[in-house]
């Protein structure tokens, strides 16, 4: 039977999660995780490969790498990429998909699914071209700028080669490739979490009461901190609350940044400043109902396009989000629409502490926006609705991925489209 390999390099709970139920619906499908980059589902994904040895494959470097240091991240994706390669000989898969893996490596896998020949479909969750193309400006200047606009031009080449594009929101098919614009090789899919695994739990619950954090407002951030993340901007937080007693700024995060801050705010005697390391998968909808208000902070280079996927966790905790970020980002945007959180532009540390500061001040406030982010998570995160889009979209990149207990419907088709 022919099997389809599904590539995370990010270890994302919904992508793992998709997979697990394709295979328990009878479709042939491996899921491949990164098990060297610091991230938060890290530490859950041995426990993934424990319990779906059928599925999951954890594909790791002799050394764990992070994403500050942009050499030894290269070095990291580089190594990580032959690696992958080895698993995907082993596996012989009949068709590859990829989402969040670094174009340097995305290109070593395209390579060699090319020869195969294999069909590669390229699940866009960020335009990485782009944000290298804004950090070597920022950082080399006009040289800088020449080497960024190779990047962009690389991450065409492989959309451009794809069999499909999947994106995860509207508008994103307008930074496509004519080519794959044109003969409509992009589907949308839009991202989700998987609210069956967040059950709401009050402010004082056990992961609280252990950190000591059961009776104060919490502002909290979980997740990876890399070059596109605002450290300054928790450290602001904490300064401006640092003679509320009743405040705990809270980064739960793990790697070189952490570090950063955690030595920030020693230097700077920010005692309300808490850096704990990742927490366990299982615990984290206890960590994310902790916090009074939830946070997170991006510099401007992420612009419109990057979708963090924290705020959709963060959404079936139900608590208020403040987010500094693109206006114009989906993410934003669907804050915005919902009512479940304030959206400040980036680079402005005031008016995030002023829009933190509002929702601490008025519970009534925290309360309704809670409800509203919570309420558009039961709406909206179906795994079977996403199950059955995904689908469609194999269908429609021609793909063979038919399964032998799953039934056939008016809604999509097993297998080979005609």
């Known amino acids: ?62 050394k764990p790498y992070g994403k500050l240091s942009l050499q030894g991240r290269l070095r990291g994706e580089l190594e990580w990429g032959k690696r992958c390669i080895q698993a995907l000989e082993k596996e012989n898969p009949s068709a590859v998909i990829v ?46 700028r020449v080497l960024g606009a190779f990047a962009d031009l690389w991450e065409l080449q492989i959309l451009e080669k794809s069999r499909m594009v999947i994106t995860i929101a509207d508008g994103h098919e307008r930074e496509l490739p004519l080519g794959v614009r044109q003969s409509e090789r992009y589907a949308l899919l839009e991202n989700w979490a998987n609210i069956e695994e967040f059950p709401q739990f009050p402010v004082a619950n056990e992961w609280s009461t252990c950190h000591g954090l059961d009776r104060t407002l919490n502002v909290l951030y979980s997740g990876t901190l890399g070059l596109k993340h605002d450290l300054f901007a928790f ?19 793990s790697g070189h940044a952490s570090e950063i801050l955690r030595s920030q705010a020693a230097a700077q005697g920010l005692s309300n400043l808490l850096v704990l390391p990742f927490q366990p998968y299982a615990d984290v909808p206890k960590v994310l109902a902790s916090a009074a208000v939830l946070i997170a902070s991006l510099d401007a280079s992420a612009g419109g396009f990057c979708v963090p996927s924290k705020v959709l966790s963060y959404f079936c905790a139900g608590r208020p989000t403040v987010i500094a970020i693109d206006s114009q980002n989906p993410a934003a945007k669907t804050i915005q629409r919902t009512g479940a959180g304030t959206v400040i532009p980036p680079g402005d540390p005031a008016a995030f502490v002023n829009a933190v500061a509002e929702f601490l001040d008025n519970p009534d406030l925290r309360e309704a926006a809670g409800r509203q982010a919570r309420s558009y998570a039961e709406r909206t995160f179906s795994l079977d609705k996403v199950t059955e ?30």
């Not at 859950?44 to 490969?49: E, I, N, P, Q, R």
């Not at 450290?235 to 995060?253: H, M, T």
């Open 99 to 144: 989402s969040t893996v670094p174009i340097a490596a995305v290109t070593q896998i395209q390579r060699w699914a090319e020869r195969r020949p294999i069909p590669l479909v390229y699940w866009l969750q960020d335009l990485q071209g782009r944000a290298i193309h804004d950090l070597l400006k920022r950082k080399l200047g006009p040289i800088g």
């Open 235 to 253: 450290i602001s937080l904490a300064a401006s609350f640092r003679n509320r007693p009743d405040v705990r700024v809270v980064v739960v995060s």
């Open 1 to 62: 039977m022919s099997k389809t390999v599904l590539i995370d390099y990010g270890c994302h709970s919904f992508t793992h999660r998709l997979a697990t139920h394709l295979s328990d619906l009878g479709f042939p499908i491996r899921y491949f995780a990164n098990g060297s980059l610091e991230s938060p589902n890290l530490t859950s994904l041995a426990g993934w490969v424990e319990e779906r040895p059928d599925v999951v494959r954890s594909i790791s470097c002799e």
């Open 389 to 418: 889009k995904f689908l469609n979209i194999m269908s429609k990149s021609n793909i063979d991925f038919s399964s032998l207990s799953y039934p056939c419907s008016s809604v999509f088709i097993c297998g080979h489209s005609s």
